[in-house]
């Protein structure tokens, strides 16, 4: 690829408030992702929802927590996140549920196909961090857990 067609991209998404650009062309695959808000797009861009209710009703969401070492629950594939398995039904969890091994917190769907994700030990919901309907990434943090009383959680 000239270095001039990539220098007219790296504009693009420099004058643009995208946080991701993929490009493919023949073969060739370039993605630019930001690592820090510019401060046209921090000023532009407002809070995300998080849907801790039945569709319809959202929340902002919380502060960043200030545990050091906070567990997450990460997505095991990319495609769109849900908190529910139908628009008409309550979320799977909301922040502060204790939840089995096992057990349903969300779903995954890509191409069509939903993939639950599932609690690998016994824990506690602490913070929902994806909104219902994101897309998600291969290894991005869900929720933020704690071990549930009694157990140690090794996501």
Known sequence: MANKRLEELLEFVESTDLQEV????????????RSGLSEKASKAQSPQP????????????????????????????????FRSD?????PFV???TVVTEGQPVGAIEAMKIMKDVIAPKPCKIIRSLVANGHPVE???PLF????APGEAVNV
Do not use: C, D
């Not at 139908?86 to 309550?90: A, D, F, K, Q, V």
């Not at 933020?144 to 071990?147: G, Q």
């Open 86 to 90: 139908s628009p008409n039904h309550p």
């Open 50 to 81: 998080v849907q801790n209710q039945p569709a319809g009703s959202s929340a902002t969401p919380a502060a960043a927590t200030n545990a050091p070492e906070a567990l997450t629950l990460k997505s095991t594939m990319v495609g769109t996140f």
């Open 138 to 140: 291969y290894g991005q």
């Open 144 to 147: 933020e857990i704690e071990p």
């Open 22 to 33: 993929v490009w493919e062309k023949k073969g060739s695959l370039i993605s630019f992702r």
């Open 94 to 96: 909301v922040e502060g």
